[in-house]
């Protein structure tokens, strides 16, 4: 449980970033994971790690935003370094019990951590600088040409920002149970791991009730404004692309092709 948790929410603003079509902006994020991911040479997680940073600029966000979008991943992040560092074999050059950490398991756990850091980051960007309004109507466009095979688009885009807009709402209501608790005088820091994880399984009732709650308050507050499955709706701001969103698009595609090139 952390506090200031800023994943899934959005910040307004008037940068470049806020100003693109969220269609583009997911788009060049399905275009940049990759790039991430197939990067094979320091000189591009170099360009990467530089390109991350101009876009954080260019949001005008600050840093510490960024830095707090990581903060609930740093558990996975640092397990997966170790998990690499311990369990791929090499050259040992440090020794504890049965285990042993590697040189190749340092590299290669490493270029993990800075290949999910790069795309946390990156994936944070559209939600901060794209309003849920925006981002269900770009899915819900997206996934227009799915509906002839039977797939409710508004519907499975809807779903999809809810869930990602009520995330932080969730992280924080359960740290808010987990403080209660803790004023109680349970003790959550204590213990073994596996103690500890037995004290936080009394926080999933009150969660999940809190949850049942709003999805019902949810549900009333969009029938009391209209909201009907299937009824066609329109929109004050429709999408329109703008060269912007296609330079944006073309130099993430450029990116991309960049680094498959180099990787063949």
Same mark, same amino acid.
Not at 21 to 35: E, M, V
Not at 70 to 92: D, H
């Given at each position: ?74 558990? /996975?992040?640092? +397990?997966?370094? *170790? !998990?690499?560092?311990?369990? %791929?074999?090499?050259? =040992?050059?440090?020794?504890? @019990? ?65 869930? /990602?807009?009520? +995330?932080?709402? *969730? !992280?924080?209501?359960?740290? %808010?149970?987990?403080? =209660?608790?803790?004023?109680? @005088? ?71 092709? *960049? ?6």
């Amino acid at each position: 449980m952390v506090e200031n948790i800023v994943f899934g929410q959005y910040i307004p603003g008037k940068s470049i970033l806020h100003r693109l079509d969220p269609r583009a902006k997911i788009f060049c994020l399905l275009t940049f994971i990759p790039a991430v991911l197939l990067a094979g040479h320091w000189p591009f997680y170099v360009l990467l790690t530089l390109l991350t940073a101009f876009l954080i600029v260019l949001a005008g966000l600050p840093w510490r935003i960024i830095f707090q979008t990581l903060r609930p991943f740093w558990f /996975i992040l640092v +397990l997966t370094f *170790l !998990l690499q560092v311990f369990f %791929t074999p090499g050259e =040992a050059f440090l020794r504890a @019990g049965i285990f042993q950490a590697t040189k190749e398991g340092a590299v290669l756990g490493g270029l993990l951590f800075w290949r999910l850091t790069l795309i946390i980051a990156v994936s944070s960007l559209l939600t901060l600088t794209t309003s849920p309004l925006d981002l269900t109507a770009a899915v819900e466009r997206l996934l227009a040409p799915v509906a002839r095979l039977g797939v409710n688009a508004p519907e499975l885009a809807m779903m999809m920002t809810v869930a /990602i807009r009520f +995330l932080p709402v *969730l !992280l924080r209501e359960a740290l %808010t149970i987990k403080k =209660a608790q803790q004023a109680r @005088g349970v003790d959550f820091n204590s213990g073994w791991p596996w103690e500890r994880l037995a004290k936080t399984i009394p926080l999933l009732v009150p969660l999940f009730a809190g949850t049942f709650g709003r999805a019902e308050e949810l549900a009333a507050a969009m029938e009391a404004r209209g909201y009907r499955v299937g009824a066609k709706r329109t929109r004050l701001h429709p999408l329109r692309f703008a060269w912007r969103d296609l330079a944006a698009a073309g130099f993430t595609a450029a990116v991309f092709a *960049l680094v498959v090139f180099f990787r063949a």
